[in-house]
């Protein structure tokens, strides 16, 4: 039993993998680490895999809700870069292991913006985009260019500067 992201698994491979090993996968999905959490703290579930990302793996770890990976049972940890093992969050995978990583940008319309013209976060405050922005339902990703967007970095712990960024995050709510 996986609950994955959407769109995150090809449905072939699933199938391929089924063929070769005769294991039936059942699927859920979800749009949040939150979404995920939260289902998954409330109980009444039975999923063998999850997928969350980074942070909300140090949050499912301290609050005992993960169980340590049997790694004498995965084959090709070998195959994994050096940089994506061992992370601050998981020292020595003992509870995840690496599946995808990525970056978050800014998508646009060009119906609506001129190619090239939108280029910068602090962008996203302008008044001509009022009505017309729509955000990633990720706590962290948000916080994260808004951070970007003041001169900041995305992992800061520093109170006052969490604090500047939600409150130009709060102006850019009527662009929203």
């Given amino acids: 039993n996986l609950y994955n ?12 993998f089924q063929k070769e090993t005769g ?36 949050k499912m770890k301290a609050d005992h809700m ?40 800014i998508i646009y319309n060009d119906q609506f913006v001129k190619p090239g013209s939108l280029a910068h976060w602090n962008q996203l405050w302008d008044k001509k985009y009022r009505n ?14 808004s951070l970007i967007s003041i001169g900041q970095s995305v992992n800061t712990t520093n109170s006052a500067e969490l604090i500047k960024a939600k409150n130009k995050l709060n102006r850019l709510s009527p662009n929203v």
Wanted: net charge negative; glycine share 8%.
């Fill in 23 to 58: 294991y039936h996968v059942n699927v859920e999905t979800f749009d949040s680490n939150e979404a995920m959490y939260t289902k998954i703290k409330q109980g009444g579930t039975s999923y063998d895999l999850t997928v969350p990302s980074d942070y909300m793996v140090e």
């Fill in 5 to 16: 992201w959407g769109d995150y698994i090809d449905p072939s491979l699933l199938t391929k």
């Fill in 66 to 105: 993960l169980i340590p990976l049997d790694k004498s049972r995965l084959t090709g940890m070998n195959n994994y870069g050096q940089s994506f093992l061992n992370k601050s969050f998981d020292p020595h995978n003992k509870y995840s292991i690496p599946y995808f990583w990525g970056t978050l940008g």
């Fill in 132 to 145: 017309d922005i729509m955000l990633i339902d990720s706590a962290r990703d948000i916080l994260g260019f």
